[in-house]
């Protein structure tokens, strides 16, 4: 059982920045691949990245590549989003996410999900 919670979302004005974090409990942790999406008013959830708790392997949408730094800590079991250059596209509440199915972009194999975390971007 793995148990996900996301913290450090807030009201940015754009091209601002912040860092989400997620913190997880569970013993396997370092196993699975660890995954943020973001879900905006009226949208579907959309992936935004991803990384691979055993060798370190990243993933981004490209809408946040260059933009965006997933990074994680296996000894303190958080995994941090750095999102720089904020835009107003990017508000939505961003969800952590593990999954025991390697490295996929699909919502459909992220077995343990947060509560999310608000992102508001104002210009």
């Known amino acids: 059982q793995v148990q996900l919670v996301e913290s450090g979302g807030g009201l940015v004005q754009a091209g601002g920045s912040l860092r989400l974090s997620c913190a997880a409990s569970g013993r396997t942790f370092s196993s699975y691949t660890m995954g943020w999406f973001r879900q905006a008013p009226g949208k579907e959830r959309e992936f935004v990245a991803l990384i691979s708790r055993s060798d370190g392997v990243t993933r981004y949408a490209d809408s946040v590549k260059g933009r965006f730094t997933i990074s994680g800590d296996n000894v303190k079991k958080v995994v941090y989003l750095q999102m720089n250059s904020l835009q107003r596209e990017d508000a939505a509440v961003y969800y952590c996410?593990?999954?025991?199915?390697?490295?996929?972009?699909?919502?459909?194999?992220?077995?343990?999900w947060g509560r999310g975390t608000q992102v508001t971007v104002s210009s």
């Open positions: 996410a593990a999954s025991a199915m390697g490295l996929s972009s699909s919502s459909a194999v992220y077995d343990y």
